[in-house]
């Protein structure tokens, strides 16, 4: 129990300064706590575990500032507020993620999305749109964790459907539900099993993406707590290279992709010259290259099928 910055005075109703535990005030010490505990995006964390103690959108915690907390409100806050200062990631304490302008409900079972993430989905909307052959698309997704991905292009794509594959059966049962809330259940097909291996061999598609793991043994020593302590290692971890997963992959896509159809991968910024590589050495891939990503990182393989 993290037992400094006063803590107990968020139960009372007054602290020793005779100020009243507002909204505003909850949030700006909050956001100053966390980010003397080095909690990532202090002030989106703060502002995440507030709305959702509250019940209320983030937009409310600033147009009703001065609306005092509850006791019980503020109990609930500091018990979050301690496992969030503990690196204990804040989506998970709440529930939801925000992804490409959706709210999906996420657990431990499941990879936090990360903007990263968004950069196959917009790819993929922008080629679709621009490009006659793959209008109306069939996607299929490996590895779809809480079915981010899937979900997104499933509602900004016109026409698409995706199969999406998961070796979880307790992830499946997150994306599932996430597919439901969002009104998209009837464009997506979630299959139990391991990358290619739930597919149908007759299957083809006009994409094949998947943010696998990826993470190498080397890199994991370096990964932050708030991941490596919470967040599900059959998602991350890629074996010694990192491209324990990335490999059969590359292998499999050209079975499933239709001709032109396209390869649409997430992988770690320091793979680029070997993934590029292996692209390269498959006769069914072409034109391989590598989008960055919204921090300017190289983070997505894009490879078409020939």
């Not at 609930?76 to 204990?88: G, P, S, T, Y």
């Not at 922008?126 to 996607?139: D, G, I, N, W």
């Not at 083809?204 to 370096?222: C, G, L, R, T």
């Not at 910024?269 to 390269?280: D, F, I």
Request: net charge negative; with cysteine; proline share 7%.
């Amino acid at each position: 129990m993290i037992a400094t910055d006063n803590q107990a005075a968020m139960v009372r109703d007054d602290d020793q300064s005779g100020q009243t535990w507002t909204t505003r005030r909850l949030l700006t010490w909050t956001s100053q706590y966390f980010a003397r505990h080095g909690v990532d995006s202090h002030r989106l964390a703060a502002e995440m575990l507030l709305a959702h103690v509250l019940g209320v959108p983030r937009l409310q915690l600033y147009t009703e500032p001065e609306r005092p907390a509850s006791e019980l409100e503020r109990v609930a806050l500091r018990e979050l507020v301690e496992r969030a200062a503990r690196h204990e990631p804040v989506d998970y304490l709440t529930g939801q993620s925000p992804f490409f302008s959706l709210m999906l409900h996420v657990t431990p079972a499941v990879l936090i999305p990360r903007p990263s993430t968004e950069t196959l989905v917009e790819h993929v909307i922008q080629h679709a749109r621009r490009t006659p052959e793959f209008a109306s698309p069939l996607v299929i997704e490996l590895g779809t964790g809480s079915g981010a991905m899937a979900i997104a292009l499933a509602k900004h794509v016109p026409g698409c459907r995706v199969i999406a594959t998961d070796i979880s059966a307790d992830a499946l049962e997150v994306a599932r539900n996430n597919a439901q809330q969002h009104g998209v259940a009837d464009q997506i097909e979630f299959h139990h099993g391991d990358l290619f291996e739930p597919l149908p061999a007759d299957l083809h598609a006009q994409y094949v993406m998947s943010n696998p793991p990826y993470i190498s043994d080397d890199e994991w020593q370096q990964v932050a707590p708030n991941v490596k302590n919470y967040e599900p290692h059959r998602a991350l971890l890629g074996g010694a290279d990192g491209l324990k997963f990335i490999r059969p992959i590359l292998a499999g896509a050209r079975r499933f992709l239709d001709k032109p159809g396209q390869l649409v991968l997430e992988i770690a910024a320091s793979q680029k010259t070997q993934v590029l590589q292996l692209a390269g050495l498959d006769p069914g891939l072409a034109n391989a290259h590598v989008l960055t990503d919204h921090e300017s990182l190289p983070r997505v393989l894009v490879a078409d099928s020939v």
